[in-house]
């Protein structure tokens, strides 16, 4: 048997070497501009200050769904959101800056997740507290995502500029992603959404529309589906239905934007967060304010965070538990149009439409505190 000897060079290697570096470098080029083309389109850099979830500019730019990569969700799934909010998902009270990098929740659930076994009996709502008791407040704790340096105690000693002193509509209730939906048979598949407004956040809207009306406080609720059939631009709709019913009942100074909140964990389990409040599984509840961080126009954010720090205090005065830290934002999220617009997530996408509903009575309830107060 014969063997064919083969001579390795020094030139043979280098010429090896240089066809695997051209091969590898023309295919990240190839990598890099697909990469670039799927991720910006057509809109290479232009929304790197636009707000996340499809928030509106202030001229009134859509996010494509390219941007879905370098937001770090599927804005089409909402399940999906994880990494952007997870400071909103879990409760964490630590700051975080615009481009830093966020930790997400453990797999094993915090304690603010935890319910405590519910009583036998359930006890009598607590009496809403006075406008001293509102005023005075200690240890309220926000999660700052923004620059700005808030607190929330000295916030609720300020007055307020508006109250329940009209027999006129004050508070409009609505939802930007009406379908989001509880767990259980609600949920539609994997969006976690559902369009019967028995089974959706419209009904949450409903308990505190009707707790505001049992307490003298002339509420509009509007159902009108913002994320459905297109969850894109749901906030850029949102902020056409708020200006609608600003202009039709000027006297509304509250516009209070129910959601739920949503977090599904690496081992399929989503985020619930409850306590045992008069005898009953209550959702917690977090309210979202946001400020003008982003560049888009929000002199009154400042006053909108007072309301905020008031509910969150007359909330742990009648129920204890019940909230979640205040979470500040640098988005904007349409609080701009008065100066008592917040976001309730009451719940989360593993607490039940029940749960979520006595959150949300809880909540009313601290709402109209702070409105009688005045």
């Not at 850099?45 to 730019?61: F, V």
Request: with cysteine.
């Amino acid at each position: 048997m014969k063997f064919k000897t083969i001579v390795i060079t020094k030139k043979t290697i280098i010429v090896c070497l240089a066809a695997l570096v051209s091969v590898a470098a023309a295919a990240c080029v190839c990598f890099t501009a697909r990469r670039t083309e799927d991720v910006f389109g057509e809109q290479s850099g232009a929304y790197e200050d636009i707000l996340k979830e499809g928030l509106p500019s202030d001229e009134g730019i859509e996010l494509k769904s390219a941007l879905n990569k370098i937001i770090g969700f599927d804005i089409d799934k909402p399940e999906t959101i994880i990494d952007e909010y997870s400071t909103v998902f879990n409760g964490t009270t630590a700051d975080v800056g615009d481009n830093a990098e966020v930790e997400t929740p453990d797999a094993e659930p915090k304690a603010s997740e935890e319910t405590a076994a519910p009583n036998e009996t359930a006890s009598e709502e607590p009496p809403l507290p006075d406008s001293a008791a509102i005023a005075s407040a200690s240890g309220l704790e926000v999660s700052n995502a923004t620059d700005y340096s808030v607190n929330a105690d000295a916030a609720c000693t300020e007055p307020m500029s508006f109250g329940a002193d009209t027999n006129e509509p004050l508070v409009l209730i609505m939802h930007t992603h009406t379908t989001e939906c509880y767990d259980g048979d609600a949920m539609s598949g994997e969006t976690e959404r559902n369009t019967n407004e028995e089974l959706n956040v419209i009904a949450v809207g409903n308990e505190i529309c009707s707790v505001l009306e049992e307490n003298g406080i002339k509420t509009i609720h509007d159902a009108t589906y913002h994320d459905y059939p297109s969850y894109q631009g749901a906030y850029t709709r949102a902020l056409a239905t708020i200006e609608n019913q600003l202009r039709e009942y000027p006297s509304i100074k509250a516009v209070l934007d129910i959601h739920r909140d949503a977090f599904i964990y690496p081992d399929g389990t989503k985020l619930r967060v409850a306590r045992d409040i008069n005898g009953k599984s209550t959702a917690q509840v977090m309210i979202v304010a946001g400020t003008d961080s982003m560049g888009l126009w929000h002199d009154n954010w400042r006053e909108n965070f007072k309301f905020a720090a008031k509910i969150q205090n007359a909330a742990q005065i009648m129920y204890p538990g019940l909230m979640r830290p205040i979470n500040l934002r640098t988005e904007r999220f349409n609080e701009h149009t008065t100066t008592g617009s917040l976001i309730l997530e009451v719940g989360s996408n593993g607490n039940t439409l029940e749960e979520a509903k006595e959150g949300a009575r809880c909540v009313a309830r601290a709402v109209a505190a702070v409105l009688k107060a005045k």
